[in-house]
């Protein structure tokens, strides 16, 4: 079983559109969680970081976590052109070797005008 | 504040051949980690170091050798290159309260 599961989409949303971006995991010892914004040939840039239940805003994200559920979700309200990427979830769990990240494969999403 | 530098950012190698990847962070950063990315594979983590001195596998070390030389700098080094070992090479940094940095990438052919 894999770290972390997300739908590789592609994931279209018309311009102004609400897209969501979700993301499951395996570890229930996973205890913060992160939403990256990858363009095509760059690196992955970070968007949001959740660590407690529930909801987090941030501008035109909002990240949702549900440890229960083991789940991660992004939305991204009022999608434009720009937000075309792809999305990767990453986790991150303590070790005793050290901290590490563990990522999915990423959600493409092209949002059109 | 140049982040997490890596290079080369391209590199072409004929199998058999080895090349080093430098990678160096200016946040002092405990973590360091080099990640391969393939399409449709996402981010795999090769080797990372917990701290300066210490180095650990990751998911994928098979072909590959790491150094952390000190705080600053996680080097990656392929002994004899394969053309499965064509991918793009992500070095990262973290502490323990941040999330991972990135540097550019190094975009690896083998022939």
């Known amino acids: 079983q894999k770290e972390v599961e997300q739908n590789s989409g592609p994931l279209s949303v018309p311009e102004g559109a609400i897209a969501s971006l979700n993301c499951t995991y395996s570890d229930r010892g996973s205890q913060s969680f992160f939403w990256y914004r990858q363009y095509s040939g760059k690196s992955p840039e970070l968007i949001m970081f959740i660590y407690s239940n529930g909801d987090k805003e941030d501008g035109r994200f909002t990240a949702q976590l549900n440890k229960a559920s083991q789940y991660v979700s992004l939305l991204i309200r009022d999608s434009q052109p720009s937000d075309s990427a792809t999305y990767l979830c990453a986790v991150w769990r303590l070790r005793n070797t050290g901290n590490q990240f563990y990522f999915g494969t990423g959600t493409s999403l092209t949002v059109i005008p | 504040n140049a982040g997490v530098t890596q290079t080369p950012k391209f590199q072409v190698l004929k199998t058999g051949q080895s090349m080093t990847l430098q990678c160096a962070q200016d946040?002092?950063?405990?973590?360091m980690y080099w990640y391969r990315q393939d399409p449709g594979m996402g981010l795999r983590l090769i080797y990372y170091?917990?701290?300066?001195?210490?180095?650990d596998k990751g998911e994928v070390p098979n072909g590959y050798n790491v150094s952390r030389l000190n705080k600053r700098e996680f080097s990656l080094r392929l002994e004899s290159a394969a053309p499965s070992q064509t991918s793009v090479y992500f070095c990262?940094?973290?502490?323990?309260?941040?999330?991972?940095?990135f540097g550019q990438g190094t975009r690896l052919t083998v022939v």
């Open positions: 946040m002092n950063h405990n973590s």
């Open positions: 990262a940094s973290s502490d323990w309260t941040s999330e991972a940095f």
């Open positions: 170091s917990a701290s300066e001195g210490t180095t």
